[in-house]
């Protein structure tokens, strides 16, 4: 049976454990680019040196919209993993981190990397793995 998934999915689904700071990276960089392309367009459009690369900066800000547009929904989503995983790691009642533990599995298995043995670990240490 041949995989499911356009090209793109399959190579999103084999970075698994990595997609946190793929999109942490991208997100921040793009939105820096963005930043810098506007700077360009909005203050040096109109000096000497640098008015010939108005047209490129409004490219690069587009490519770069584009690119914060498709990267940051997906860094936010993995970010609330993480947060999801501190605050029940905060919780001290043990019947709270029971009803909590679904949810922690859920976030750690979307995270991968070390975040899935680090809530491992933690379950053992609270008596709640099984």
Same mark, same amino acid.
């Given at each position: 049976m041949a995989e499911e998934g356009s090209f793109l999915s399959r190579l999103w689904a084999k970075q698994y454990g990595n997609q946190y700071a793929i999109t942490a990276i991208a997100s921040a960089s793009s939105a820096i680019f963005l930043l810098i392309c506007g700077y360009q367009v909005l203050f040096l459009q109109n000096h000497a040196t640098f008015g010939a690369y108005t047209g490129p900066a409004l490219? %690069?800000?587009?490519? /770069?919209? #584009? *690119?914060?547009?498709?990267?940051?929904?997906?860094?936010?989503? !993995?970010?609330g993993h993480v947060l999801t995983l501190e605050e029940i790691k905060e919780l001290r009642s043990t019947?709270?981190?029971?009803?909590?533990?679904?949810? %922690?599995?859920?976030? /750690?298995? #979307? *995270?991968?990397?070390?975040?899935?043995?680090?809530?491992?670990? !933690?379950?053992?240490?609270k008596g709640l793995r099984r």
């Open positions: 490219v %690069g800000a587009v490519i /770069a919209l #584009a *690119l914060v547009l498709i990267s940051f929904p997906e860094y936010l989503r !993995f970010k019947a709270e981190l029971r009803r909590q533990k679904a949810d %922690g599995d859920l976030a /750690a298995q #979307a *995270l991968g990397a070390g975040h899935l043995e680090q809530w491992q670990a !933690f379950l053992d240490s």
